[in-house]
């Protein structure tokens, strides 16, 4: 190849990247993505969390898009959690949205000021305090649920660490794993869960204790046809989505994808499954890496 044609090469590639990479931060990040971006990363003041920090290696990380499909279906195994997203999210309605307002929280409390930290968890917490109702079976629940807020809390960061150590950049090595846990325990106790989970056995234990509450309703089935099987998304778009999926329900316990009717395929996930998604998070990273945000000071 001569350098002209080389030269053509690169410029193409450079353009492929940059055009998958706003495409995927567009659907993110959603229309403010690029200022939101610029308040998280480039305002002055302390952090929550400094460079140096787990947490800020797994939500930093494409395994995240892994991550979120496996939390979305966890959590959707306790009623009452369930009950709560399926009337007053708009996860159906608004998708996008609802996935923009989670991913700009996790960016912010992750990698912004203490200040908009702390403002991001207060928004959270007053919409928690007007949500509340009644499941089908009479079973009444309130978002703000120190024991609800806990089960999501700990549903989620299993999901992202489980993803992380599977399909991320640079796994963490046993205390990353334990400091992981800590890092994310100091945000849920901000959103009011009670005694979150700092390492993993503590992880684990939590875990087995709300497993008696996890039941297969119908609306948690129909939440996971929606999310495996009907996602918002264009047809081209559709087999990456496939290989992001079944490597989030290759990461699930054996029992929850039982209870949510998907089936298991030991021999298959290694072969098939996990290299599948390994692909595709490997070409999300791509997409969207660019120039380190600057660093500023940690609080």
């Not at 308040?39 to 787990?54: M, N, Q």
């Not at 898009?65 to 939390?71: I, K, M, N, S, T």
């Not at 991320?168 to 009011?192: E, I, K, M, N, R």
């Amino acid at each position: 190849m001569d350098d002209a044609a080389a030269a053509r090469s690169g410029g193409s590639a450079q353009g492929l990247r940059e055009r998958l990479g706003a495409e995927l931060f567009a659907r993110v990040a959603g229309p403010d993505g690029p200022a939101v971006r610029q308040r998280i990363h480039g305002r002055p003041g302390p952090r929550w969390f400094g460079p140096e920090r787990p947490i800020r290696t797994v939500h930093g990380d494409a395994a995240m898009f892994v991550g979120g499909l496996r939390a979305l279906l966890l959590q959707s195994l306790h009623p009452l959690a369930m009950a709560a997203v399926a009337a007053h999210s708009g996860f159906r309605s608004d998708p996008w949205g609802r996935l923009q307002r989670t991913s700009t929280f996790l960016a912010v409390t992750t990698f912004g000021t203490a200040e908009d930290a702390q403002a991001a968890v207060d928004r959270v917490r007053a919409v928690h305090a007007r949500i509340n109702g009644t499941t089908a079976s009479g079973q009444s629940y309130r978002a703000a649920d120190p024991h609800l807020l806990g089960w999501v809390h700990t549903a989620e960061v299993d999901s992202f660490l489980r993803a992380h150590q599977a399909f991320g950049a640079a796994p963490l090595d046993a205390a990353g794993c334990d400091g992981y846990l800590a890092d994310t325990a100091h945000v849920a106790s901000a959103l009011g869960v009670l005694d979150p989970p700092r390492d993993r056995d503590e992880l684990a234990a939590r875990l087995r204790a709300y497993g008696p509450e996890l039941a297969a309703t119908a609306q948690a089935r129909d939440t996971a046809r929606f999310l495996l099987l009907h996602p918002p998304l264009p047809l081209a778009a559709r087999p990456a989505y496939t290989a992001l999926a079944g490597a989030a329900v290759s990461l699930l316990p054996r029992e929850s994808r039982r209870l949510l009717g998907l089936p298991t395929v030991p021999l298959l996930e290694p072969a098939v499954v996990r290299p599948a998604g390994r692909a595709v998070v490997r070409l999300i990273r791509w997409a969207m890496a660019g120039p380190p945000p600057p660093e500023q000071q940690p609080g």
